[in-house]
């Protein structure tokens, strides 16, 4: 980590991404989908990355940082949208303290 992120350009968000997904090295990868659905759901209150990357930490086990956080990508491109979150397709809803189906 410390020698990736002496390279110029490269954040912590990229070092996490290069470390776990290309030599497997388990990793919060906090990119502003997981920011805003770890902050939806209850996960964290912060708003720094890596004070968000070490709450998540502590909530899962290692071997699970690194798939967690591409799940989340998924899931903030696909259905928790910033703008208009599509609450009634979430299979987290239930378990989501700001979610909710809206009426059509």
Same mark, same amino acid.
């Given at each position: ?9 490269? /954040? ?86 700001? /979610? ?5």
């Amino acid at each position: 980590m410390e020698a990736m992120t002496a390279l110029p350009g490269v /954040g912590r968000k990229t070092a996490n991404v290069v470390l776990s997904t290309c030599f497997g090295l388990p990793g919060i990868i906090v990119d502003t989908h997981v920011r805003r659905i770890s902050q939806r759901l209850g996960l964290t209150q912060k708003d720094d990355p890596e004070l968000i990357e070490t709450d998540l930490q502590a909530l899962l086990p290692k071997s699970a940082w690194t798939d967690f956080s591409h799940r989340l990508v998924w899931l903030g491109r696909r259905v928790c949208i910033a703008r208009k979150p599509r609450c009634d397709q979430c299979r987290l809803l239930s378990d989501c303290p700001t /979610g909710r189906v809206e009426n059509a």
